[in-house]
T-cell receptor
Framework: GENVEQHPSTLSVQEGDSAVIKCTYS??????FPWYKQELGKRPQLIID?????GEKKDQRIAVTLNKTAKHFSLHITETQPEDSAVYFC?????????????FGKGTSLLVTP | DADVTQTPRNRITKTGKRIMLECSQT?????MYWYRQDPGLGLRLIYY???????NKGEISDGYSVSRQAQAKFSLSLESAIPNQTALYFC???????????FGEGSRLTVL
């Protein structure tokens, strides 16, 4: 499947600081790039996504940027709060003859300390 | 609330046993997926189905099989469980043309 590299694997920030998580992918045909948040003991949930015809998307304190030429995209969280502590996964669509499925990165464990 | 329901939520079994994890959804979505989550490895795709007659292997399908009994039901089977299949398994649903996947609460499987 589509190779998705996610960095860093762990990230610790002080409350109020910004956090950035980066992902790279290999398939230039990929066209959908979501980010999921998984709180401890919970299911993953979509927090923001971007499609290949857009370079940046914002939703309050979170934003995603996409560089299709370099094949990487990033999640930016500003003014971090303790409730932002979770595991974050990037994902990329891989197109096949049957349609598409999401391939996920290995995750980033974010800890926001008060 | 329309949701994605997985059963059982927790299961402990022994090596060699047959196990079935079931997933049902009330979202009316046509696409259903099974993912496996292991610490440090993220979510890996086992199988996916785009409608009742469509089944596709993911990146780690060996040792697993699936059945799409109806649009709303997608089950995952381990014919002969082994300890390295110990993991958290998630079912997810989605719709054609939209990107978001909706996950169930997960089924934690331990194979002794």
């Amino acid at each position: 499947g589509e190779n998705v590299e996610q960095h860093p694997s762990t990230l610790s920030v002080q409350e109020g600081d910004s956090a950035v998580i980066k992902c790279t992918y290999s398939d230039s045909a990929s066209n959908y790039f979501p980010w999921y948040k998984q709180e401890l003991g919970k299911r993953p949930q979509l927090i923001i996504d971007i499609r290949s015809n857009v370079g940046e998307k914002k939703d309050q304190r979170i934003a995603v940027t996409l560089n299709k030429t370099a094949k990487h995209f990033s999640l930016h969280i500003t003014e971090t709060q303790p409730e932002d502590s979770a595991v974050y996964f990037c994902a990329v669509t891989s197109n096949s003859n049957s349609g598409y499925a999401l391939n996920f990165g290995k995750g980033t464990s974010l800890l926001v300390t008060p | 609330d329309a949701d994605v329901t997985q059963t059982p939520r927790n299961r402990i079994t022994k090596t060699g046993k047959r196990i079935m994890l079931e997933c049902s959804q009330t979202k009316g979505h046509d696409r259903m997926y099974w993912y496996r989550q292991d610490p440090g490895l993220g979510l890996r795709l086992i199988y996916y189905s785009f409608d009742v007659k469509d089944i596709n292997k993911g990146e780690i399908s060996d040792g697993y099989s699936v059945s799409r009994q109806a649009q709303a039901k997608f089950s995952l089977s381990l014919e002969s469980a082994i300890p390295n299949q110990t993991a958290l398994y998630f079912c997810a649903t989605g719709v054609l043309g939209a990107g978001e996947l909706f996950f169930g609460e997960g089924s934690r499987l331990t194979v002794l």
